[in-house]
């Protein structure tokens, strides 16, 4: 049986059952966060590595949870802020602009995406993961949010810190450059 987020957040008060309360939330989120983190990352071992880090910081920072939000929005938030700077670290241990990312690195990610069975072999599917990875990060993300993860405007905003006319105005930039791209290979 899954406990319900305020279960877990109590029984991680004590601190006898703290251990178990964290096993639990880890179980109830990990593959959530592994994707919505994978998303961003492309590559499987880097998405582990971001989220073995946000898993650290929800432990070190679950304590102190004030619950003025809720708890699926502050774990989604450190993992999209992880995901986020490690994007930044990569780009600068590579000397690659912040958001203009080489194409050929792009295709290249993408391909060993593919080879890893992140996507399928269907060609619209390729086409729409080499447009994704031509958009600013932080575009990408409330993208996919938006689109594959299907979360409300008001979510995204408390996890992203980005107000709602902000966000859908940067989802609708999204949808027309993957579609001024997917319009530009046919």
Sequence with gaps: MMLSDSELLLLFQDELKRQEAFTL????????????????????????????DTFIKIWQGLQNFRSDSQLYTWIYRIATNESLNFLQKKRRQNHVPL?????????????????????????????????LLLLPDKQRLVFNMKYFDDMKYEDISEITGTSVGALKASYHLAVKKIEETLNAEN
């Design 25 to 52: 939330l880890i179980k109830k989120y990990q593959q959530k966060i592994y994707w919505h983190i994978r998303k961003m990352v492309i590559d499987h071992d880097d998405a582990d590595d971001v989220v073995q």
């Design 99 to 131: 958001e203009n990312q080489d194409s050929l690195d792009l295709l290249e990610t993408l391909e060993s995406a593919i080879t890893q069975d992140y996507i399928s072999g269907d060609e619209i599917q390729i086409k729409l993961q080499k447009a």
